[in-house]
Every structure is written in C-alpha cells, then in structure tokens.
C-alpha cells in the first residue's frame, strides 16, 4: 500500500511538472485533478479488493477447522471401534477428564464419591469404560467397547 500511495504522488506531480512545462496553464488544474481522481480511486480499489481477502480467510479458517474436527472425531471413532488398548490410552483419559468437569468430582479428592457418581451417572457397564482406574494391562487382544458405548457415554455426559 506504501508503495501505491507514494506512486500515486509521483505521478500527480510528474503530471504537475508536464502540464506547467507545457505552458498551458488552463488545462493544470483539470489533468491534475483527473490524475488525484484516478489516484485515490486506485488506492479504494486496492483497499477493497484487500478486505475481501479476509472474508476469503475466515472462510478458509472455518473450513479447515471443521476438517481438523472431523478428522479427530473420525480418529476418535475408529479408537473406540479398535482395541481396549487404544482405548485406555487415548479415550479412556479424555472421557474420564470431560467427567470431571461435567460433574465437579474430582477424583483426587475423594475416589469413594467420584466412583459412586460415575456409577450412578452411566451405570456399572459404562462407568467401567469411563472409570480412569480401570486400565487393563492386557487389553491389546480385548476389543474395546465399540461405537455404540462412546455414543452412549457421550449422551450421558452431554446431559449432565
């Protein structure tokens, strides 16, 4: 944009310079005018065409977050589907987190009442899959619980 406004001077005083060389006095103002005219209408195209450009970006942006959001709720999925090893590692901790936050139980605190709201919220079947302590140490062969128990867990925790 420097760049455009400093050529734009230059040429209404390049224009300036011509039209007193030329001796014509009475056409100075009009070709001088007509030449700032032109000027400042190059320099409001070149702003709008720039703003333009971040709507552009943002749509952008939007896109490629909602790719990135799909792709890890794609991974997600295909982890519950997989192995209770995958499970433990990666779901395991991020359901157990999003319950204590649904709930304000921390488990630190006093495991007894974090166990029995866990229980009482999913029911012994689920909370065996949502409880951070019940990581096995064999479950590469044991399959995990499938789509169905995450969409279930995920219901549940919305409702809380």
């Given at each position: 944009?420097?760049?455009?406004?400093?050529?734009?001077?230059?040429?209404?005083?390049?224009?300036?310079?011509?039209?007193?060389?030329?001796?014509?006095?009475?056409?100075?103002?009009?070709?001088?005018?007509?030449?700032?005219?032109?000027?400042?209408?190059?320099?409001?195209?070149?702003?709008?065409?720039?703003?333009?450009?971040?709507?552009?970006?943002?749509?952008?942006?939007?896109?490629?977050?909602?790719?990135?959001?799909?792709?890890?709720?794609?991974?997600?999925?295909?982890?519950?589907?997989?192995?209770?090893?995958?499970?433990?590692?990666?779901?395991?901790?991020?359901?157990?987190?999003?319950?204590?936050?649904?709930?304000?139980?921390?488990?630190?605190?006093?495991?007894?009442?974090?166990?029995?709201t866990g229980t009482m919220l999913f029911g012994t079947e689920l909370w065996g899959w949502v409880d951070p302590q019940n990581v096995s140490r064999t479950?590469?062969?044991?399959?995990?619980?499938?789509?169905?128990?995450?969409?279930?867990?995920?219901?549940?925790?919305?409702?809380?």
């Open positions: 944009m420097k760049k455009l406004v400093a050529a734009g001077i230059f040429i209404v005083v390049l224009v300036e310079v011509t039209a007193i060389a030329v001796l014509d006095r009475e056409i100075v103002l009009v070709v001088v005018g007509a030449m700032v005219a032109l000027v400042l209408l190059s320099l409001r195209f070149y702003l709008v065409r720039e703003g333009g450009d971040d709507s552009e970006t943002l749509t952008n942006d939007a896109a490629e977050s909602l790719r990135r959001w799909l792709s890890r709720t794609e991974t997600l999925v295909s982890r519950a589907e997989s192995t209770r090893r995958d499970w433990d590692r990666h779901l395991r901790p991020m359901l157990a987190r999003q319950f204590e936050l649904a709930t304000g139980h921390r488990q630190a605190g006093n495991h007894a009442a974090f166990h029995a479950g590469e062969s044991e399959p995990g619980p499938g789509r169905e128990a995450l969409d279930e867990i995920l219901r549940r925790l919305e409702q809380v």
